[in-house]
Every structure is written in structure tokens, then in C-alpha cells.
């Protein structure tokens, strides 16, 4: 037996012929189930009886879901803030398909399926470490801020312990440079020549003489 079958128009005892006699009615109407239980029909489409409802197709398709795939229009809101869940610890959606997560995850120790790691370890999610450090086989990016590196603070004169920085000539400086320079052509400014040119640094030739308009010192072998 179909729903509008149980029910009779209560104003003259008619007989429903089908489901648009409910949808179709005015708000007031009231109508008769076979049990002897009347029922009117609110503004909503609504037919009420103390806590018992029917719901017009309309009204039922605006309210509940279908388990196969039904759609729905607007926000899906709970009836009370941090109260209701979506699936359960036993019973869980397979997969949630949105644009933006808001809130909190209590397990993001997997991330588009990577795991975390403290260490440089190859497709890991970064993790601090128990003193709150970051480490990683490198770091690509530019540092807004390099005044410290590994704990060294920069200088632009020859401190100890100091990280060396240009000074706003742009020169270094330093006790001592260890190493081997690749071009000495300039020191202190003057640059080199073969010849016994003024304020030049002399350079050997290619018979490896030495040029110079004098000589000071003492000469221990002379020709």
C-alpha cells in the first residue's frame, strides 16, 4: 500500500489519489490517517503529528542524503559546534575527495603517503628533532637572514672566531690568507712588471733576471 493510500481528506472523507494530493494541498489542510490519527500540513510541506512527520519527496530529497550518490545544495551544518563526526574509528570513509581541510590533524605523521624523519632520509616529510632542529642534505633557497652561521657571528674585521664580511668597499679582511692565489698580478694596488718601473712589483722576465735602476744591500756574490 502506498503512503497517500492510509490517508482521506478530513473535510469530506475523499479518498487520495496520489502523492500530489499531499504536495498539492494548502497550508491547513488536514488529513486522515486509517488509524484515526490527524495530521495537518504546515508552510514547509510538513505533516506533523506530535513528533511524527511525513515528508513530501520534494521535502525528503532537500533533507536526506541518498546512500547511492544523492547530491545536495547548500552547507551540511551539525546541530551542535564539536559534537557530530563523519565516519567513526571502525567505520571510516575510504576516501574524502575537498579543496581545504580547516582544523586539526591529530595524525600527520603520513603525508600524501610519506612518512617524517629527523634526519636527511630521501623522500621524508622534515621533522624537528627533541632540540627543535631541522636537518637536511641541503637547503635551496635564499637565507633572509645569514648573521649567524653555525653559531659564528660576521664581521668585516680580522676577529677571531668571526665569520668575515665584506666591508662597504667591498674588501675582506684578515690575520692571514691561506692558500694559493690565482692571480697576483696586484698586491696592495701595484701591479707587476718586468721592468724597473716606479711603484711596480718586480716580476722576473723570461731569462728569470730581475730589473731594477738599484740594488740596496749587501751583495754576498756579485759579477
Known amino acids: 500500500m502506498a503512503l497517500y493510500e492510509e490517508f482521506t481528506f ?13 504536495i498539492g494541498a494548502t497550508t491547513g489542510t488536514q488529513f486522515e490517517k486509517n488509524t484515526g490519527e490527524l495530521y495537518t500540513k504546515t508552510a ?8 511524527r512527520k511525513y515528508f ?34 571502525t567505520v571510516r570513509f575510504n576516501t574524502i575527495f575537498a579543496t581545504t581541510f580547516n582544523g586539526k590533524a591529530t595524525d600527520s605523521a603520513l603525508l600524501n603517503g610519506y612518512g617524517d624523519s629527523t634526519s636527511s632520509t630521501a623522500n621524508s616529510i622534515a621533522r624537528r628533532d627533541a632540540s627543535g632542529n631541522l636537518t637536511a642534505g641541503t637547503f635551496n633557497g635564499t637565507s633572509t637572514n645569514s648573521a649567524l652561521l653555525n653559531g659564528y657571528g660576521e664581521s668585516t ?7 668575515a664580511r665584506r666591508d662597504a668597499s667591498g674588501n675582506l679582511t684578515a ?21 724597473a718601473t ?19 744591500g749587501t751583495a754576498t756574490t756579485a759579477r
Open 157 to 163: 674585521t680580522a676577529a677571531a672566531n668571526s665569520i
Open 198 to 216: 716606479a711603484n711596480t712589483i718586480a716580476l722576473r722576465d723570461a731569462y728569470g733576471n730581475l730589473n731594477a735602476v738599484l740594488f740596496q
Open 56 to 89: 513530501s519527496q520534494i521535502e525528503s530529497d532537500a533533507k536526506y542524503v541518498d546512500a547511492a550518490g544523492d547530491t545536495f545544495t547548500g552547507t551540511m551544518m551539525p546541530n551542535a559546534n564539536n559534537t557530530l563526526m563523519i565516519g567513526s574509528d
Open 44 to 51: 514547509n510541506g510538513v505533516f506533523d503529528k506530535v513528533t
Open 10 to 22: 478530513k473535510s469530506n472523507g475523499a479518498a487520495l489519489t496520489s502523492m500530489d494530493d499531499f
Open 175 to 195: 690575520g692571514t690568507f691561506n692558500g694559493t692565489s690565482t692571480n697576483s698580478s696586484q698586491l696592495n694596488g701595484y701591479t707587476q712588471s718586468v721592468y
